[in-house]
């Protein structure tokens, strides 16, 4: 375990001196507020920290390549005492690292196929995700529009960081503009709009700005949508499919979620989590792979559907070779947590086509032949 | 300071309500300590009754829990098979509690080695940044470690019976009770919870202990079985190899599993084992090793040690005249998993391991052969029949078998220090 959460005895027990005089002393919180919806708020939003820190240190044990991950850590993320940098804990990099393999093999064969024609990305509850700065570096012809949206508090610290950050000012194609309140960020090819998402359930959603409605998009929830209800999560993905973009726009839905919450693992990680004040509300309405299939159907992803669980990514989707270099970083005691972990985690993906005289099948294209545990096509040939 | 008699029953006290204790009395415990284990050989002689446990890795309040349900030293014979520390919050208390014990009651407690009871893993997964943090310094992790490396490699039980007396305690589950053996059946498993009640019972050569046991492997091996036709109760066996009446072979305790370099006890007892546990090698493969569904030996994607197979556990057990290897090092959801039909298991007692994995715990009783007085006549080491591949390979009949299943220790008890643990998910 990470020693900043190891008790400091001597401290607990320099408290216990104090007696229960001391303990009854402070301004308590009312007990309503752990269960508040702000508290809650607060807790999603935090996660986001978390995968700021499994990031970093993901990218400084050499797992992955991300020269931006340190720009949006916090000082709390990085904080170490000087000793203890050698504690690690390759469990949390092996699944941050997988995590980020699988949802970038998808994006790549998204953007590769036919890499003349414009394409978009809506990246939900982005928070300090990097991915955009790493195609961008990695694929600077690309002709794509990235959008991430997030709460104001995010949004601004991200572009804060950026605007601190003279490699990523450098890798942007324009110089930014940036709202006056400093929540929002444009450039002609990148836009971080900030915005509750649960607006976007309403009968009357806030328009997205810049977007362009009928080029190929592929909607991107890295563990976000989990935290709303079902029904909220469902409205948010129909008015971003056919609110705004034509219903007729070639359209994706990437997602990556906890799943499995039924067996011993699960129940702990629904109760750990609990306690934290996180609360994974669709995990009890899409438990497994084949439910997840069938909300991609019914939310009108229908040409076709994949879902792997991220220990099926690490099996099938690494390379040997890839395996190899990882599998050398750090010496692994923790085989079989490992497996209970990446089992417990999901990627699904599901897409509509544009079919009629003038067809574009460019999500078909991209992914007929990805390796799924559950799923298939609906078109032909598949 | 000195810490015999009252000073360590003491110490025992307060890391009984886990508090550490002081830096002086840990550097007299590990003194001791080292003085006793110095004696010990590689391969610890231990006498059933015993109750055999497996992992622990600092989870204190749940080891608390183990002996609740497994009674307390000295009244119960304790074997742990490594894994002390790192991992969870409390190696510390847990690890110089279990020393305390060792050095308060010998013979009451044995103490193996674990691939974590070592300098390189420690600083890697928590108990060098524990005892840095608790004490200021690394002299605390520097003494423990240097007790390391005197704890034996392994252990081998004698004189555990053949069946077990049933437990005079009432069933979990009622309904249940129907479909389990009767009482004067030959009872091989029997499985209780935390409560003390009866979750499974098992007789000897029942079809129902390969259809009911939920952790037992039934796969089939290359090795035939041999069929069993002792009289219900009395524990006699059609077997040819020489078990007789109540006796059984002899137990093997080791943390991780075997080794091609080893074939017989013998050569585990021929190993140098004071230092520190080499990358590879015998004594490494001893500590890291993993038993596998497949033939002969194989890598291990732990980077240490290696896989082994059915045929190389009933081999080494035929050759050594043992009935069964008790191991540890591998998490099982259900606390015990038997393998290769029932000739190795993995013991597990960490329950919710690292707070996150749902697992729950159990800890192996092997009870005392009454039939002869505890002596079983064994040869290990100096069989001389060559194993022929392929010859027919007659197992030991194995010892009677309770294990008691336990969760982890209620928040409520955990008492202080009452910090939430936080377990990662990649949110």
């Known amino acids: 375990m990470a020693a900043p959460e190891i008790p400091n005895l001597k401290s607990l027990l320099a408290q216990r001196r104090g007696g229960l005089r001391g303990r009854g002393r402070g301004p308590r919180a009312p007990i309503s507020h752990e269960t508040s919806e702000a508290a809650k708020d607060e807790a ?65 064969q998204f953007l590769t196929t036919a890499p003349g024609s414009p394409k978009q990305i809506i990246s939900l509850g982005a928070g300090t995700d990097t991915r955009y700065f790493r195609l961008l570096s990695a694929y600077p012809s690309l002709d794509l529009t990235y959008h991430e949206i997030d709460f104001p508090c995010n949004t601004s610290s991200k572009i804060a960081a950026i605007q601190r950050s003279p490699a990523i000012l450098s890798l942007l194609s324009h110089p930014p503009t940036i709202s006056t309140d400093g929540t929002s960020l444009s450039t002609p090819t990148y836009h971080i709009t900030a915005l509750d998402l649960r607006t976007l359930a309403s009968p009357t959603p806030p328009p997205l700005p810049n977007l362009n409605p009928s080029t190929p998009t592929l909607l991107l929830s890295e563990c976000c949508l989990v935290y709303l209800p079902p029904t909220t999560a469902s409205a948010i993905l129909t008015t971003l499919s056919t609110h705004h973009l034509s219903p007729t726009t070639p359209c994706a839905l990437v997602l990556y979620e906890p799943v499995r919450p039924h067996d011993a693992f699960g129940r702990t990680m629904v109760s750990n989590l609990k306690s934290r004040n996180i609360h994974l509300h669709t995990l009890a309405t899409y438990p497994d792979l084949a439910s997840q299939i069938t909300r991609l159907k019914t939310a009108g992803f229908d040409a076709g559907q994949g879902g792997v669980d991220t220990g099926f990514v690490w099996r099938e989707w690494v390379s040997e070779a890839e395996k190899e270099r990882v599998g050398a970083l750090e010496m692994l005691d923790e085989f079989e947590e490992l497996g209970l972990l990446l089992g417990h985690y999901c990627v699904c993906w599901g897409w509509r086509d544009r079919g009629g005289e003038e067809p574009d099948l460019v999500f078909s294209d991209a992914w007929r032949g990805v390796k799924a545990q559950v799923g298939g096509t609906t078109g032909e040939g598949a | 300071m000195s810490i015999g008699g009252s000073d360590l029953d003491q110490a025992i006290r307060q890391l009984r309500a886990c508090r550490p204790i002081p830096e002086s009395q840990v550097k007299e415990l590990c003194y001791k300590a080292r003085e006793l284990l110095i004696e010990e050989g590689n391969v610890v002689g ?69 691939n974590h009871e070592s300098r390189q893993i420690t600083t890697v997964y928590g108990f060098y940044d524990e005892c840095l943090r608790k004490y200021g310094s690394a002299n605390v992790w520097r003494y423990c470690c240097e007790v390391f490396d005197y704890l034996a490699l392994g252990a081998l039980v004698s004189g555990a019976a053949t069946t077990l007396e049933p437990s005079d305690a009432p069933f979990a ?60 109760g009395t524990g006699a066996s059609s077997s040819s190899s020489g078990s007789t009446g109540s006796s059984t072979g002899a ?53 240490a040690g290696f896989l082994f197979g059915a045929d190389i556990v009933k081999c080494f057990n035929y050759k050594n005249d043992l009935s069964l290897i008790a191991r540890a090092h591998q998490l099982v959801m259900e606390g015990f998993k038997e393998m290769f039909d029932s000739t190795i298991v993995t013991v597990w007692s960490a329950p919710n391991y690292c707070y996150r994995c749902g697992n729950v715990a159990a800890i192996l009783e092997l009870g005392e052969d ?44 955990r008492g202080m220090p009452a910090k939430k643990p936080v377990a990662d998910y990649f949110l």
Request: hydrophobic share 35%; with cysteine.
């Open chain 2, 173 to 232: 589950d009622l309904n249940s009770q129907a479909s389990m053996p009767g009482l004067d059946q030959d009872i091989e498993i029997e499985t209780l919870n935390a409560s003390g009640e009866v979750m499974f019972r098992f007789a000897r050569n029942s079809e129902q202990s390969s259809s009911a046991a939920p952790s037992q492997n039934t796969s089939s091996s290359p090795l035939p079985t041999p069929a069993r036709t002792g009289a219900p």
């Open chain 1, 44 to 108: 999603v939003k935090g996660t986001d920290q978390d995968a700021a820190g499994s990031r970093v240190s993901c990218v400084e044990l050499g797992y992955l390549d991300d020269p931006y991950a340190k720009v949006f850590a916090t000082q709390q993320t990085v904080r170490r005492l000087p000793l203890l940098n050698r504690e690690r804990r390759s469990c949390r990099s092996l699944g941050t690292y997988v995590r980020t393999t699988g949802l970038d093999q998808l994006i790549l």
């Open chain 2, 46 to 114: 231990v006498d059933a009754p015993v109750t055999i446990c497996g992992d622990i890795h600092g989870q204190f309040h749940d080891l608390m829990e183990l002996f609740r349900v497994g009674g307390d030293v000295p009244d119960t014979n304790y074997l742990f098979m490594g894994d002390f520390v790192d991992r969870g919050f409390y190696s510390l208390e847990s690890f110089l509690l279990l020393l305390c014990l060792k050095v308060r009651y010998p013979d009451r407690i044995t103490l193996i080695r674990g």
């Open chain 2, 370 to 413: 009454g039939g002869n007085g505890g002596f079983v006549s064994r040869s290990n080491g100096d069989v001389n029949r060559t194993q022929v591949l392929g010859e027919k390979v007659q197992g030991r009949e194995g010892p009677g078998r309770r294990y008691r299943v336990f969760d982890a220790a209620p928040q409520d008890s």
């Open chain 2, 251 to 303: 137990v093997l305790c080791v943390h991780g599993g075997l080794s091609p370099l080893i074939d017989t006890i013998d050569k585990i007892r021929l190993l140098d084992r004071k230092q520190e546990v080499p990358h590879e090698g015998a004594m490494c493969d001893l500590l890291w090793s993993d038993p596998d569904e497949i033939d002969g030996w194989g890598l291990s994607p732990r980077g």
